[in-house]
């Protein structure tokens, strides 16, 4: 069976670009066309070439690609000829093959917010598109505000679109710009559409995400005859975000009847690259990413109950989709106080722990149950669970002992009299028969305290001794307090992240009535632990 062609049109770098919060500069669009490219989509719209000083520089240096750069802009403006719109000459002139123009298609907008007539609209559609093809480039008409337009005045609507196609536009996208068009009514739309004279293979997809749908509004246009889909990774753009390519394309790819029916231009090693590229973007606009996310959030294969987990080592296919595999992600049995032995058992194999009998498995996961009754939580924290079964085990190295510390926090003048706050850290620990004394004060380069959590975190691992080599890449990069319980017996559970030069990444908890010591327990499981995966010895 011969499979037809579905083109993946990626937005981010544009309509992304839109969203509340995010600034791209230049070198973060150059390092994303990179990211987005590695995916195997077929066309990259850079952004608006002349709207902004950022945009312009990108297409002056836009780096080589295998998808197809395109130019997004507006049709030209009423009261002037195509060939003398300088908005319009900014779009051609970024050079690329392809170029986008938005247009109106709901009479609304045109008499309201253009302020011009309905014919006028028309012969503004159809000389911007012919002009785009009289340069030789390859011309796609974004439809906006569609399917709200069709349905106040189909016949306008439908001839804004005409006129756009016998113009020579290659594609005619249908816009849900507002994104409150439901997918049942973008499919019938869409089928009309096609019965008034426009194929699907010259059809394209636009859904924003305000009701949730914008997915299911794409398949739903998909399923009508479009052939092609526009969207944005993981799901960015203005207010509720667009239709989310990273859940898309795995679900074009892996599920019927799509499968079977389409051909992206996709493979399987791109799709291997989905987890991470989703991580990568979240990065770079040093966003905390979605544990929550289809397919590529941390969580999206995580099995907390007993009895999924208990499946899941049987047959993972009873409670999972998809091989996580298969999208770069990986599968997690959390440790929490629903869990069983099979989720113990899991993550104690994960860990590389061996030795627990039946007997010792039983009390170990006791043991969890009463510290998660008293605040702690293991589902985010794996070092701390894996520190706790080895020391149910017996087999808990002490590379040292805490004697005391103390954290202080004061308010003193500075040199012209103005208050500051200065956070001082004193921790003395034993290693072997030798005490260490560490002092550190919480300050940055311009003299701000930074607290009394940063500068306990500080003296605790500014001298080990033996092992400070073995902790020196290491950072803490996040840091999460939960109040678990109120009123005057308030416990506070922290939990953190570290990372080392290596890229592991490895979570603590810590659960006290005092912030300080919670954050101290945490901190030293932290340490501990990347001592342990050091092979440090004792």
Known sequence: MNKEKLYIYDTTLRDGQQTHGIQFSTDDKINISKLIDMLGVDFIEGGWPGANPTDSEFFASVPKLNATMTAFGMTKRDGRSAENDEVLAAVINAGTTSVCLVGKTYDFHVTK???????????????????????????????????????????????????????????????????????????????????????????????????????????AAIDAGVRQVQGTINGLGERCGNTNLISLIPTLL???????????????????????????????????SN????????????HKAGLHASAILKDPSTYEHIDPGLVGNDRIIPMSNQAGQSNLKKRLSDAGIEGFEKASLSRLLDTVKENEDR????????????????????????????????VTVERRQNKIGDFVTLSEAVVVVNIGDEKKLSVSESMDEVGSDRGPINALSRAL????????SAIDDMRLVDFKVRITSGGTEAVTRVIIDCVDQS???????GVSPNIVDASFEALLDAINWKLIKENCKV
């Not at 559609?125 to 005045?153: C, L, T, W």
């Not at 019938?188 to 859904?207: A, D, N, R």
């Not at 691992?461 to 400070?468: E, H």
């Open 291 to 302: 544990t929550h996310s289809a397919y590529v959030g941390s969580s999206a294969f995580a």
């Open 461 to 468: 691992a500014k001298d080990l001794g033996s092992y400070q």
């Open 113 to 219: 917010a253009l302020g011009i007539s309905l014919p006028n609209n028309i012969v503004n559609i159809s000389k911007s598109i012919e002009h785009i093809v009289a340069k030789g480039r390859e011309a796609i008409f974004d439809a906006e505000h569609f399917f709200d337009g069709y349905q106040a005045n189909p016949n306008y609507a439908l001839d804004c679109l005409h006129a756009a196609y016998s113009s020579g536009s290659r594609w005619i996208v249908l816009c849900d710009t507002n994104g409150g068009t439901l997918p049942s009514k973008i499919y019938q739309i869409t089928q009309e559409v096609i019965k008034s004279g426009i194929p699907g293979s010259s059809l394209g997809i636009h859904c924003h995400n305000d009701t949730e749908n914008a997915i299911a509004g794409s398949l």
């Open 503 to 509: 890229g592991t990444r490895w979570s603590t908890v």
């Open 254 to 288: 892996l599920k019927e009847p799509y499968k079977s029916k389409f051909s992206l231009g996709i493979g399987e090693e791109n799709l291997l690259e989905l987890t991470k590229t989703s991580r990568l973007l979240d990065d770079i606009l040093n966003r905390v």
């Open 375 to 406: 605040g702690y939580s293991y589902d985010t924290a794996q070092a701390s669970f894996e520190l706790l079964a080895l020391k149910e085990l017996g087999k808990l190295p002490i590379f040292f002992k805490v004697v005391r510390y103390r």
